[in-house]
């Protein structure tokens, strides 16, 4: 199973939500050989959707160009402090992880 | 032909009047990079899993590690790191960080040094950091702000300073390298990282403030006890075993010489 | 000094339909990539800014300087390169970032829904020094920002 996501969210001036989020992925880009001389299959997340309250607030798409255990900052108007914010992704090989921080 | 050799000397001549500042420039360059890369730190999600890990029941005995004394007394995690290595009574001798969890695993847990001993580290980025660097992780993770201190009062921590200091500038291997060659002189680098002087108090604190750090190249977070093993690698010098006297002496070497620095580790580096 | 709050990372995930899930794929039912069905793979599979843009429904970009690139010019290591992008272009969609010399283009995609800031941030590979693009849809119009960084490589020790 995935490693949990560390995920960070304040409520900065002017009632913006900044939201941090560090994901535990390979992010393997199918382009590296083994010792072998094999090509290691790409395996890397790809979609990426965060949600406040249940309503979306972000979807991305990564390719596998996003570094290893990948960084993804953004922010959003209107969270109170107290309010959830839900992050989860899927992977190439259907791997899900959705994990959730309390706006601070 | 001619005329084209001595242009190729102007202009490696114009090359070298020129080279100070484009690299003075690009360390500019490169530390704002650093910046930009300590805003989100991997090693936080090790440090997570570390904690998991430390409270969970494992081993023969099914017992947490919440129970371990690492200095500061049993169950005290905050602020360890800043006082390690230090002198433990019940084992009569000088234990770093990374010695004393492997001895909470054993006396606490049940595991055998044979097991624990066998693979401490990770070998690359394709495979998953282990439960060693996972706990070293979270226990270094909760130093962060502690000012670094180590006990130098009981004669064994005066000698493992002391044992340290010598291997420090002991010279040895094929490239007759002692850890002074490179850490003890101002202005050392490989390639662009600029190497600590242990002889400054400022560079000995940034450089045991530091380590464990997330290493980008590896992706992964290396520990103190693997630097040391791979700046032996690098010196030519015979394997550092893990948790050796040697290589606890030296951590304490570094961290007495690093006094007063304030933690902040693991890092994040290049 | 840190502490973690436990609350923070509840699993969601459910074990149970995992499994299904999983037998599903492995008596050929589903394609793995049918999870990720609003991932572009043409957009990803592309090597060019203007072949990315064909396959994002889009043709030509625009330059604009009301899309401000935050990163680097130089990186020292090419597998985490930090990159921000912040659009001031109203209606602002999405926002993509694009590495020129990497084998495929686009490293991701960002859909900027009502709310939400035209501002994100991820941390890129970069195979080499190249020029990095911003492309953002805003009115369901394509624009484009660029900005060079370079890459070195690290050495050992440190």
């Known amino acids: ?104 | 032909m001619k005329k084209k050799t001595f242009a190729a000397l102007i202009a490696a001549f114009l090359a070298t009047l020129a080279f100070p500042l484009v690299a003075q420039d690009a360390q500019k360059q490169i530390e704002r990079y650093r910046e930009l890369l300590a805003d989100g730190n991997p090693a936080e999600l090790l440090e997570m899993r570390g904690e998991d890990l430390w409270k969970q029941k494992r081993g023969p005995k099914n017992a947490s590690m919440e129970a371990c004394d690492l200095g500061l007394g049993a169950g005290k995690v905050a602020g360890v790191n800043a006082g390690l290595p230090r002198y433990f009574a019940d084992v009569d001798r000088v234990m770093d960080l990374e010695s004393r969890i492997v001895h909470c695993e054993i006396t606490l847990q049940g595991f055998t040094m044979a097991e624990l001993a066998k693979r401490p580290h990770s070998l690359n980025q394709s495979e998953r950091q282990t439960d060693h660097e996972a706990l070293t992780a979270y226990v270094v993770g909760q130093s962060r702000g502690a000012k670094v201190s180590l006990p130098q009062s009981h004669p064994k921590e005066q000698e493992s300073f002391l044992r340290g200091e010598k291997m420090f500038f002991f010279k040895g291997g094929p490239y007759d390298f002692a850890c002074a060659t490179c850490h003890g002189v101002d202005g050392q680098r490989i390639r662009l990282q600029d190497l600590p002087n242990f002889q400054k108090a400022d560079n000995a604190q940034r450089a045991f403030t530091t380590w464990p750090a997330y290493r980008v190249s590896q992706g992964a977070m290396r520990t103190m006890q693997w630097r040391l093993l791979d700046c032996f690698r690098q010196q030519r010098l015979p394997e550092m075993e893990f948790l050796s006297p040697a290589s606890i002496d030296l951590i304490t070497y570094m961290g007495v010489k690093g006094k007063d620095g304030t933690m902040d580790a693991p890092a994040i580096k290049r | 000094m840190t502490t973690i709050n436990h609350k923070r990372r509840v699993a969601l995930k459910s074990g149970g339909s995992l499994a299904v899930i999983t037998a599903a794929i492995s008596a050929g039912v589903l394609p793995v990539n049918a999870f990720a069905a609003d991932w572009n793979k043409a957009a990803f599979d592309a090597k060019t800014l203007n072949d990315v843009l064909k396959a994002m429904g889009g043709s030509a970009a625009e330059k604009s300087g009301d899309i401000v690139i935050t990163a680097p010019d130089i990186a020292e290591n090419g597998a985490v390169v930090p990159v921000a992008v912040a659009s001031k272009i109203p209606n602002t969609q999405s926002i993509s970032i694009l590495v020129e010399k990497n084998p495929s283009s686009l490293a991701a995609e960002f859909d900027i829904l009502p709310g939400t800031e035209a501002n994100v941030g991820t941390r890129v590979k970069m195979g080499q020094s190249s020029n990095v693009h911003a492309v953002v849809k805003a009115g369901g119009k394509y624009y484009v920002a660029t900005k060079e960084i370079k890459v070195t490589l690290g050495g050992c020790g440190g």
């Open chain 1, 1 to 104: 199973m995935a490693d949990p996501m560390r995920i960070r969210a304040q409520l900065k001036d002017g009632g913006i939500t900044e939201v941090r989020v560090l994901m535990a992925h390979i992010m393997e880009t199918g382009q590296r050989k083994d010792s072998a001389g094999n090509v290691i299959p790409a395996h890397h997340i790809q979609t990426v959707t965060a949600t406040w309250n249940g309503k979306t607030v972000l979807s991305a798409q990564f390719g596998p160009a996003v570094s290893q255990n990948p960084v993804m900052n953004f922010s959003f108007k209107g969270g109170a402090k107290g309010d959830k914010v839900v992050v989860s992704w899927t992977d190439t090989k259907g791997d899900k992880r959705s994990d959730e921080a309390v706006i601070a």
